[in-house]
């Protein structure tokens, strides 16, 4: 992560912003790990139908999470987990982005919002979701899948900016 700290810093400075120092001490509060395991076809679906390319690109190439604006990605050659780049993306726009999606989806409230290591994954995929979809349907059960990702999306954005630490996809 060092290496992807002094890019993110000289990127930063290179746009005239101030370095992001915003990196806050280990706690022993509950991380942010989810599984990717559902189907994307229908979330892939729902960003095309919603999103511009770029906001689709935004929303789906980040490899990085910051809470900070930023008002464009910052690419360095440095690699990540399934590209020869990292991407680092601000988590307010990512925010936005999926706040956009959980409205079109109508996703509930109630959808844990403090994850916690694989709560979405399992309140998905174990039964809950369904449990609570057949007592309030509405159009995010129609596709348990894509409401996985909008929800992860939107708790990854969310616990980003709350806990003031970035996240990484690998």
Not at 149 to 169: E, I, S
Request: net charge negative; hydrophobic share 45%; proline share 8%.
């Amino acid at each position: 992560m060092g290496a992807i700290a002094k890019g993110l810093d000289a990127e930063l400075a290179r746009r005239g912003l101030p370095p992001y120092t915003g990196v806050p001490e280990r706690d022993s509060g509950s991380g942010f790990e989810e599984k990717l395991s559902p189907s994307m076809i229908g979330f892939d679906a729902l960003c095309r139908s919603r999103l511009t390319p770029a906001e689709r690109d935004l929303i789906g190439d980040w490899s990085v999470l910051v809470p900070v604006s930023l008002d464009e990605e910052i690419r360095l050659p440095i690699g990540s987990a399934y590209t020869d780049e990292t991407v680092i993306v601000g988590a307010p726009q990512i925010l936005a982005l999926a706040e956009r999606l959980a409205a079109a989806l109508e996703l509930p409230a109630e959808i844990p919002d403090e994850p916690g290591n694989l709560a979405l994954t399992f309140w998905f995929l174990e039964g809950e979701a369904e449990e609570f979809a057949a007592a309030r349907p509405g159009r995010w059960a129609e596709d348990l899948d894509t409401a996985f990702y909008v929800a992860l999306y939107l708790r990854a954005a969310q616990h980003c900016l709350r806990r003031g630490c970035p996240l990484t996809f690998s």
